[in-house]
Nanobody, 125 residues
Framework: VQLVESGGGLVQPGESLSLSCAVS????????MSWIRQAQGDKRELVAQ????????EYGDFAKGRFTISRDNAKNTVTLQMNSLKPEDTAVYYC???????????????????WGQGTQVTVST
């Protein structure tokens, strides 16, 4: 299984950046896909996630209105569009896949999960 992130880099405050994660080696349609970030010295926090059913999303409070997660189940990719970036968005951004099963009206995690290697996003003047 491989999760390969791309698109990180150095941008100025107010600019935009798009991260992409290419996934291989698993049944993409069975996984909730997430972007999780970790700033230096801080704990990891959820940026955004999307269940296998497109449109069911969750965002961290700091990401609402600025970031958008999307996925392409045909191409096994997940993208994070980040707008109006702030210095406090500086972190390593990880792609995360968690297998889920749908029953009793909700998704349930099976415990099978995978991480990408992370990509650095730096927002600075």
């Amino acid at each position: 299984v491989q999760l390969v992130e791309s698109g990180g880099g150095l941008v100025q405050p107010g600019e935009s950046l798009s991260l992409s994660c290419a996934v291989s080696g698993l049944d993409f349609s069975r996984y909730t896909m997430s972007w999780i970030r970790q700033a230096q010295g801080d704990k990891r926090e959820l940026v955004a996630q999307m269940t296998p059913t497109v449109g069911d999303t969750e965002y961290g409070d700091f990401a609402k209105g600025r970031f958008t997660i999307s996925r392409d189940n045909a191409k096994n990719t997940v993208t994070l569009q980040m707008n109006s970036l702030k210095p406090e968005d500086t972190a390593v951004y990880y792609c995360f896949a968690a297998e889920v099963k749908y029953y009793s009206g909700a998704y349930h995690y099976t415990g099978l999960e995978y991480w990408g290697q992370g990509t650095q996003v730096t927002v600075s003047t």
